[in-house]
Each structure stands twice: as C-alpha cells, then as structure tokens.
C-alpha cells in the first residue's frame, strides 16, 4: 500500500530505508483515485517512534491511504518538538466536521490512572463519541482499547499484580473472522501494560465478540457486532527493541521489573531480541483495512452511517 503522508515527516526516510513504499502528497495528487482516509489519534508520548510503527505496519497492499496525525489538546506533550506537533499533528476541532474512512486510536501510559484521573479523558469521550458517526471503522490499541470499552460498554479494566511485559502465543477463538485471515492456529504478538480486561466481563455485553486469546496474557482481539469497531490488548506493531527499550527505561528508573517474557534469547537481556511476531502484525492491519476498511466504507465518505445503524458483519 503505497501510504500518502507529508513530504517532510520524518517517518518517511526511516520507511524508505526499509523499502516500505510511501506516497508524498505531491505525488498523490496526481493519481486518479479516491485513497481511503485514516485518522491516527496518537496518544504515545514518543510520537515519532508510533507513528513509524503503525506507518510500517499500513503499508503493504495496492490500496493508497491518506493519513492524518491527531492529538489532544488538552495534554501537554513534553516528549516531542513542539515543532513537530504543529507542522504535522492537527486537533478534533480542526476535523470534527469530517469522515474517515477508518482510524487507530493508540494505547498511552496511564493506564495505572483511572480514566477520569487522565487529564485529556473528556476531549478523548468526545472523539469517541463522534467516531460513532464520522469514522467507518475504528481500531483501537492496548489502553486505547481498555478507554474505548469502559466509554462505549461500560467494561471496567484491572489492575494485574505485576507489568505484563513480553512476547505471547494466542490461539483464534473464530478462524472465520477476516480479521484472522491467513493467520497460523497459533500466533505470537507483544503486551506491556499493567491493566486487563477480563473475557468473562466481554462475555456479558450482546453486541462484543472475543476474537482472540491467551492463556498467559489474556484477551487480545474483541469487535463489537457490526466490525465497526475493533479492540487489541497486544501491541503488534511494536518493532524488535521496543521491549528491551521500556525495560531498560524501567530499570533506570530503580523499578522491580520482571524481564519480558519470551522476549530474549535465554531470558537474557544482553542478547538481541528475537522476532516472532513480525509476519501476523502486518496481516493483522492489512486484514483490518481490506476487509473491514476497503470492503465496506462507501464510496461517498459522506454517506458514512452510525455505527448503531450498520448491519452485523463476520
């Protein structure tokens, strides 16, 4: 997927350099066809590092997707140039009149707060909220995932006694579900939070549908009926060092860290990590944008229904 993003973001020569295509706007400006909208609310404090993540993990099919970066306004960000915010980031008030075609709503460290703790929790609700009405689907990742259960359906998360940090083997619960498609019978992918949400409290609400899970780390993949919304514990598009990363951090920082699981050759940190979930992350975006994007988001972006309107997709 040729992926359309500002000519001077710095993503571009990192995806470049690994022979990932993206598109300059120069360029996709004369291109004859209608590129499906994206919205990244970024919620990370590292924003350039997640931002070539999920860019990484957006581009591997025929289809040309235009990004757009979204942050909150009623957070102070201090991890990032405020340069790059202005040059690159735009706010909801900017693009609340809007449609997308679909839009990723990352996870963020503060999943220890509760939710109306976290100082941006009010203009969050009132993105979600609106993503009911101007986004056809929404993926949604790790914390972004936990806010977007509590918000929609009321599912609380829970503290787990230690970080769960790591790489985890999941087993799919509907081989059916095109979010899967073309995934091995097992499939590993990275976690690192200290909260869950619990299946058996999923189990209870009609419109949600476990997709995925771990008998060591939990639930990972949950959508609501209509597939217009889809919820992931893991973090598949995290790149090889990003645990080693946030574990060294950690230890500097004099916490009481468990090495991340399954994560280093012999539980070793000095040695390179192995990567063991490179090939099911990117399927599972591509997967996301054929089947649930692409497929199913009108032609008119427009012409976008509620999400309590839409019919039940697999």
């Not at 020569?13 to 990244?40: G, S």
């Not at 994007?293 to 427009?302: D, E, F, K, W």
Request: hydrophobic letters at 35%; aromatic letters at 10%.
């Amino acid at each position: 997927m040729p992926i359309r993003i500002p000519d001077s973001l710095p993503a571009r020569k990192t995806l470049e350099t690994e022979n990932i295509f993206v598109i300059t706007e120069h360029r996709a400006i004369h291109q004859d066809i209608r590129p499906l909208k994206l919205l990244i609310l970024n919620l990370m404090p590292t924003k350039i590092v997640t931002e070539t993540q999920l860019l990484r993990k957006l581009s591997n099919t025929p289809l040309q997707v235009q990004i757009e970066l979204l942050r909150t306004i009623s957070h102070d960000a201090k991890n990032v140039d405020q340069n790059h915010l202005e040059s690159f980031y735009v706010s909801f008030e900017d693009i609340k009149n809007r449609f997308y075609d679909g839009m990723i709503i990352t996870g963020a460290p503060v999943e220890n707060l509760d939710f109306n703790e976290v100082d941006y929790w009010p203009e969050l609700c009132e993105i979600m909220e609106w993503s009911k009405t101007h986004v056809h689907s929404t993926f949604h990742i790790c914390w972004g995932a936990q806010a977007a259960l509590y918000y929609h359906y009321g599912i609380q998360k829970h503290s787990l006694p230690k970080k769960m940090s790591g790489i985890y083997s999941h087993r799919i619960l509907k081989p059916t579900s095109p979010i899967f498609r073309g995934f091995d019978d097992t499939f590993n992918a990275p976690h690192s939070r200290y909260t869950e949400v619990r299946a058996e409290d999923i189990a209870k609400v009609p419109d949600l549908e476990l997709l995925a899970i771990s008998d060591e780390a939990g639930v990972f993949a949950v959508k609501n009926k209509k597939s217009r919304q889809i919820f992931i514990f893991g973090h598949p598009e995290y790149d090889r060092e990003t645990l080693a990363l946030e574990y060294r951090r950690d230890i500097e920082k004099g916490k009481h860290i468990a090495v991340p699981a399954h994560y280093f050759p012999n539980d070793d940190p000095a040695q390179v990590p192995l990567m063991t979930w490179r090939a099911h992350a990117q399927l599972l975006y591509t997967n996301w944008l054929n089947y649930y994007v692409y497929q199913t988001t009108p032609y008119m972006i427009n012409m976008i229904s509620p999400d309590i309107e839409g019919e039940e997709n697999a």
